[in-house]
């Protein structure tokens, strides 16, 4: 009953066309036989897809896709080790082959910007209570104190 229920909810909302609120120029919305087209293309691609062993790719003419997914299953990272640093060292293990693109996209510049933004934020911070301290206790105690 419930699974009927989303089914049709799905169902209508696949036939729905929603505009969000505004003034819309006629010339720019498509017209209505032009967006049931592409409703029954797309329809006509599901209907292929479910035809060919349920639509995912997962039949006999797989590619290989899922073949890590064959492989041991992946560890619990919450259940324990019993080496020191067991779960660190699985960790850097399973994420090595990311490094080299995690220190490219570091080095973008609108993440070198933000980097460079957050250290002064923080740093300024640091100064300003720094100095209201200094004045406060008349120079008498530091920050690190």
Same mark, same amino acid.
């Given at each position: 009953?419930?699974?009927?229920?989303?089914?049709?909810?799905?169902?209508?909302?696949?036939?729905?066309?929603?505009?969000?609120?505004?003034?819309?120029?006629?010339?720019?919305?498509?017209?209505?036989?032009?967006?049931?087209?592409?409703?029954q293309r797309r329809k006509a691609r599901k209907g292929q897809n479910d035809g060919d062993?349920?639509?995912?790719?997962?039949?006999?003419?797989?590619?290989?896709?899922?073949?890590?997914?064959?492989?041991?299953? =992946?560890?619990?990272?919450? !259940?324990?080790? %019993?080496?020191?640093?067991? /779960? *660190?060292?699985?960790?850097? =293990?399973?994420?090595?082959? !990311?490094?080299? %693109?995690?220190?490219?996209? /570091? *080095?973008?510049?609108?993440?070198?910007?933000?980097?460079?933004?957050?250290?002064?934020?923080?740093?300024? /911070?640091?100064?300003?209570?720094?100095?209201?301290?200094?004045?406060?206790?008349?120079?008498?105690?530091?920050?690190?104190?």
């Amino acid at each position: 009953e419930k699974q009927e229920l989303l089914h049709a909810i799905n169902e209508f909302l696949d036939d729905s066309v929603v505009l969000p609120p505004g003034d819309w120029d006629r010339k720019h919305i498509l017209p209505i036989n032009e967006i049931m087209e592409m409703r029954q293309r797309r329809k006509a691609r599901k209907g292929q897809n479910d035809g060919d062993g349920g639509g995912d790719g997962g039949g006999p003419g797989d590619d290989g896709g899922d073949d890590k997914d064959k492989g041991p299953p =992946k560890r619990n990272p919450m !259940q324990r080790t %019993s080496v020191p640093f067991g /779960g *660190l060292i699985d960790d850097i =293990k399973n994420r090595y082959p !990311q490094f080299l %693109s995690d220190f490219k996209d /570091g *080095l973008n510049s609108q993440c070198l910007a933000a980097t460079i933004f957050i250290y002064f934020a923080a740093l300024s /911070g640091a100064i300003a209570f720094g100095g209201i301290m200094g004045t406060k206790t008349e120079n008498d105690i530091g920050i690190s104190e």
